[in-house]
């Protein structure tokens, strides 16, 4: 009689911390002089942000870590796992359950191994390094982005925040199940628009670039320069991404086209005039 095999369990994340790579990379000295630029995009979940990376990530000399897009190529097997290793990290470090212990560990590993990465033969001249990760990322909202650690942790940080209709990306993240019920997904997308908003409003406003979601699909090229000087990246290769991009002001109105007018009247009455003043720095430019 055949033996029913047994399936294998996931190693545990304190296996994952024990990986003998991560011990070879702490060993290591930070690689001496080597300047990047690290453009992190974020927004509110369903704001735009996947298609602001792609953009971003189009000019030589950039390369893209993710979160849903990335540019560096399965076949390259080392640069490969050592992407994966840093999205691993980052979730660990951008967990509100992680445990102060695994907080640590986290922060200690983030730039050993980005810069592991960077000695990576493709990319030891790129000059940028695009990362995106939505307020929350993942289905429900147990992770989010600190932009303090990045400022913390890493040399010439830019944020590019993109800020889109609260009806319109609340819709966009529960019609992708990021939560079951669609109040639920509102009160997500407030407490993190509120809190991206404060985190931004800390920061030097040489540090942030907050670009509106709607005014940029009506009309790019308005926005393109000011985007192309804050990332310093150039304003013709972004130009050319957005073409293939195929970036339109049709189609982003799904909320008021797909919802049954109920779900439509309590996104209007929720993100109440009143509710969106909790977020000013995120509309200044809306």
Same mark, same amino acid.
């Given at each position: 009689? @055949?033996?029913?095999?047994?399936?294998?369990?996931?190693?545990?994340?304190?296996?994952?911390?024990?990986?003998?790579?991560?011990?070879?990379? #702490?060993? %290591?000295? =930070?690689?001496?002089?080597?300047?990047?630029? +690290?453009?992190? $995009?974020?927004? #509110?979940?369903?704001?735009?942000?996947?298609? @602001? &990376?792609?953009?971003?990530?189009?000019? #030589?000399?950039?390369?893209?870590?993710?979160?849903?897009?990335?540019?560096?190529?399965?076949?390259?097997?080392?640069?490969?796992?050592?992407m994966k290793l840093f999205n691993w990290i980052?979730?660990?470090?951008?967990?509100?359950?992680?445990?102060?212990?695994?907080?640590?560990?986290?922060?200690?590993?983030?730039?050993?191994?980005?810069?592991?990465?960077?000695?990576?033969?493709?990319? #030891?001249?790129?000059?940028?390094?695009?990362?995106?990760?939505?307020?929350?990322?993942? =289905?429900?909202?147990?992770?989010?982005?600190?932009?303090?650690? @990045?400022?913390?942790?890493?040399?010439? $940080?830019?944020?590019?925040?993109?800020?889109?209709?609260?009806?319109?990306?609340?819709?966009?993240?529960?019609?992708?199940? +990021?939560? =079951?019920?669609?109040?639920?997904?509102?009160?997500?997308?407030?407490?993190?628009?509120?809190? %991206?908003?404060?985190?931004?409003?800390?920061?030097?406003?040489?540090?942030?670039? $907050?670009?509106?979601?709607?005014?940029f699909c009506r009309q790019p090229d308005a926005?393109?320069?000011?985007?192309?000087?804050?990332?310093?990246?150039?304003?013709?290769?972004?130009?050319?991404?957005?073409?293939?991009?195929? $970036?339109?002001?049709?189609?982003?109105?799904?909320?008021?086209?797909? %919802?049954?007018?109920?779900?439509?009247?309590?996104? &209007?009455?929720? +993100?109440?005039?009143?509710?969106?003043?909790?977020?000013? %720095?995120?509309?200044?430019n809306a």
């Open positions: 009689m @055949l033996k029913k095999l047994r399936r294998q369990s996931p190693p545990s994340r304190e296996e994952r911390w024990q990986n003998p790579a991560l011990a070879r990379l #702490a060993s %290591l000295p =930070p690689t001496p002089g080597r300047a990047y630029r +690290f453009i992190f $995009v974020v927004g #509110a979940s369903g704001s735009g942000t996947t298609l @602001l &990376t792609r953009i971003l990530s189009a000019p #030589a000399g950039t390369v893209c870590l993710g979160g849903k897009y990335w540019t560096v190529p399965e076949a390259d097997r080392e640069a490969w796992q050592l980052i979730t660990i470090l951008w967990d509100r359950r992680a445990s102060l212990d695994d907080w640590q560990r986290a922060r200690q590993a983030l730039p050993t191994v980005l810069d592991a990465f960077l000695r990576q033969p493709a990319y #030891a001249g790129h000059s940028h390094v695009i990362y995106k990760r939505s307020a929350p990322f993942n =289905p429900g909202d147990q992770f989010r982005p600190d932009l303090h650690d @990045l400022f913390a942790l890493l040399p010439d $940080v830019g944020v590019v925040a993109i800020y889109r209709d609260p009806c319109a990306s609340t819709y966009s993240s529960w019609r992708r199940d +990021f939560m =079951p019920d669609l109040h639920q997904m509102a009160v997500v997308c407030e407490e993190q628009l509120t809190y %991206l908003s404060a985190q931004l409003a800390s920061l030097p406003p040489a540090d942030r670039f $907050v670009l509106p979601y709607e005014a926005w393109l320069p000011g985007l192309a000087d804050f990332c310093r990246l150039p304003s013709d290769a972004l130009q050319a991404a957005v073409v293939q991009a195929q $970036v339109t002001p049709a189609g982003h109105d799904k909320w008021q086209q797909e %919802l049954d007018p109920a779900g439509q009247q309590f996104l &209007t009455q929720f +993100f109440s005039e009143r509710r969106r003043q909790q977020w000013p %720095l995120l509309r200044s």
